[in-house]
């Protein structure tokens, strides 16, 4: 799963993008949403992540490989990094979340 954020500040919302592959990098599944609120950078991609986790739960796919951009994001959802206050609820909400899947591996990626 690959999932990235986006913001669009002249509309006041924010985009959300999902990607769901297999393991062979044939697109299984996509999302692309415009979320009517304005969001900060690091906001923006914890609700992405957010928004990814329930989009491949609703999928069916149990076993997830996350390739993601946001290394503080990452830092965060495992635990090895501060929580920020401004999206804590989004992260313990991804936290519980991740505990409903046969295996969660995340992998930082650079675009």
Not at 6 to 11: E, L, P, Q, V
Not at 69 to 82: A, R, Y
Request: aromatic share 8%; net charge negative.
């Amino acid at each position: 799963m690959n999932v990235n954020g986006a913001i669009f500040s002249t509309f006041k919302a924010t985009g959300v993008g999902v990607l769901i592959c297999d393991s062979e990098g044939r697109v299984e599944a996509a999302l692309s949403k415009k979320l009517p609120i304005p969001l900060g950078p690091l906001e923006t991609e914890a609700k992405a992540l957010e928004e990814g986790v329930q989009f491949v739960w609703d999928v069916g796919i149990w076993d997830i490989i996350l390739e993601y951009d946001s290394k503080i994001v990452l830092e965060v959802v495992g635990g090895f990094s501060d929580l920020p206050v401004s999206i804590s609820n989004i992260i313990d909400g991804i936290r519980v979340k991740m505990q409903d899947f046969r295996r969660f591996e995340v992998s930082h990626v650079k675009h």
